[in-house]
T-cell receptor, first 115, second 112 residues
């Protein structure tokens, strides 16, 4: 079946530094899935951060960006300058359908930003 | 507007017990999803309903797990009988069409 790999379980970054959280996927179907980043802030539920449904395009939200690289089957999350408020758990996910909840998730990356 | 409401927030069960987890989707949403989250497997889709009809029922979970949607505003996930390996966080989510997916806060289940 499909799988989504986030290589880092935890990332610790100093405030105002840049960030990359890695995500790659492996799919058994032919074609290009829809790709997502979800985030869970402390004390809150899981919520959509950004999505890209067209291979080769970039999505952005709250200062974060992710580019859908179809050749590398990657969807890394980046931010030029992180803040303490970005501390959260970030999940990469994919889907093949228009049903937004039929998702295959990565294991998540916990981001800790310190001042 | 109220978001997705899950009850209880925490549940402790003895092995072999029957437990029922509850979910109220966002009003007007017609798609509802149950997920399980464990440290080993991560987030896994258990069930998916559209307009109260069961559209997907994860094969690996059919044996002791049963999700139902009694009406458009209420769903349950029954685990019978529970086993220690069922200890996890169970998440409910809802959406309307292709719009944003909303997750509940989850129910943390501990099976002793």
């Amino acid at each position: 079946g499909d799988s989504v790999t986030q290589t880092e379980g935890q990332v610790t970054v100093s405030e105002s530094k840049s960030l990359i959280i890695n995500c790659t996927y492996s799919a058994t179907s032919i074609g290009y899935p829809n790709l997502f980043w979800y985030v869970r802030y402390p004390g809150e539920g899981l919520q959509l951060l950004l999505k890209v449904i067209t291979a080769g395009q970039k999505g952005s939200s709250r200062g974060f960006e992710a580019t859908y690289n179809k050749e590398a089957t990657s969807f890394h999350l980046q931010k030029a300058s992180v803040q303490e408020s970005d501390s959260a758990v970030y999940y990469c996910a994919l889907s093949w359908t228009q049903v937004v909840g039929q998702l295959t998730f990565g294991r998540g990356t916990r981001l800790q930003v310190y001042a | 507007d109220a978001g997705v409401t899950q009850t209880p927030r925490h549940e402790v069960a003895e092995k072999g017990q029957t437990i029922i987890l509850k979910c109220e989707p966002v009003s007007g949403h017609n798609d509802l999803f149950w997920y399980r989250q464990t440290k080993i497997q991560g987030l896994e889709l258990l069930s998916y309903f559209r307009s109260k009809s069961l559209m997907e029922d994860g094969g690996a979970f059919k044996d002791r797990f049963k999700a139902e949607m009694l009406n458009s505003s209420f769903s349950t996930l029954k685990i019978q009988p529970t086993e220690p390996k069922d200890s996890a966080v169970y998440l409910c989510a809802s959406s309307q069409g292709q719009n944003t997916l909303y997750f509940g806060a989850g129910t943390r289940l501990s099976v002793l």
